[in-house]
């Protein structure tokens, strides 16, 4: 076992993390209270969607991505975090007699996560009774696709599923501090706005306990070992690519459905990839480049950081 410390854990234990996690616990009810979304304005902002210079969209049509946009965001992440308390559940399974604080560090986190899957599903559920339409779902009810993924996860080792939810997580902190959390005009709709809050400071916890694992798992690999973890957290990304891919997909037809638009095959492909664009960097790019990831990657490994494009 490597005796590396770790700068990105300093400061940091798992009693903090549990207390923390106490003091700003919420219930799914308690941030809806009965409301809805005001389906007459954006629900996010404007450059979550980016789709603002495409001079052949009508403000209709703007509104109505903005609103798919609302509902992608939540219904990826709410599928997406499936996979985690399965994760945790596993890794507290190997550790089942080790210190209480640690565990119940664990189980609250995977707990959390069933909570934010249930506050990202009546999002969706208050999205469609608000805007009077569905949206389309790469996810299928029948939870074949989640179910697919979830266990393609799994297939890799605990340590770059830690660092994938790491980035996840700081990202979704990033959306909400540097677009929504000043809430103006401009930021989107204050229950929405809410809704990211409350995840916010729920992941804040869920990252400290991350770099704990990471730095736990990390100490028992060797340097070349520790490079390849960066060549899975690079297929991993893979995953998420299929469904940023197949979310778009979802959002164009809804587009169409509920406006009655039909575009020129020009204009949807240059819509297909504006929207991909735009909803790989909320999804991906916010959350690799965060300094926070940054700092954790090159820490663990400068080679295996240069695969993700960090010098």
């Known amino acids: 076992m490597r005796s590396t410390d770790y700068t990105f854990t300093q400061g940091l234990d798992y009693a903090s993390i549990v207390t923390a996690s106490e003091n700003v616990a919420w219930t799914v009810d308690e941030i809806f209270r009965g409301r809805c979304f005001d389906a007459s304005k954006p629900i996010v902002p404007a450059s979550w969607v980016g789709t603002h210079r495409l001079e052949f969209l009508t ?35 190997q550790h089942r007699h080790d210190d209480r604080t640690h565990l119940r560090a664990l189980f609250r986190f995977g707990e959390e996560e069933m909570k934010h899957q249930q506050l990202f599903r009546r999002t969706e559920t208050v999205l469609e009774q608000s805007c009077g339409h569905q949206f389309g ?9 989640v179910t697919e993924l979830a266990n393609a996860i799994l297939s890799y080792p605990p340590l770059p599923r830690f660092l994938i939810l790491l980035a996840l997580e700081l990202g979704s902190q990033r959306h909400y501090v540097e677009s ?91 819509l297909r990839e504006t929207l991909y664009g735009s909803l790989n960097r909320i999804l991906c790019d916010v959350s690799l480049s965060h300094p926070g990831f940054v700092k954790v990657a090159l820490e663990l490994s400068k080679e295996g950081s240069a695969k993700l494009g960090f010098a």
């Open 59 to 93: 403000d209709q049509e703007q509104r109505t991505l903005n609103h798919c946009r609302a509902f992608s965001y939540v219904h990826i992440f709410g599928n997406f975090e499936e996979f985690i308390p399965i994760h945790l559940t596993g890794i507290v399974e």
């Open 137 to 145: 779902r790469y996810f299928d009810d029948a939870k074949t696709r």
């Open 180 to 270: 929504v959390q000043d809430h103006t005009e401009e930021g989107g709709d204050q229950l929405y706005a809410e809704i990211l809050k409350a995840h916010w400071v729920e992941e804040a916890q869920h990252t400290k306990a991350n770099m704990l694992e990471i730095a736990r798992l990390a100490r028992t690999l060797s340097p070349e070992a520790m490079s390849t973890v960066f060549d899975q957290i690079i297929r991993i990304g893979g995953l998420v690519n299929d469904i940023i891919v197949g979310q778009v997909t979802q959002e164009l037809d809804t587009l169409q459905q509920v406006t009655g638009r039909t575009f020129t095959d020009a204009e949807a492909t240059t």
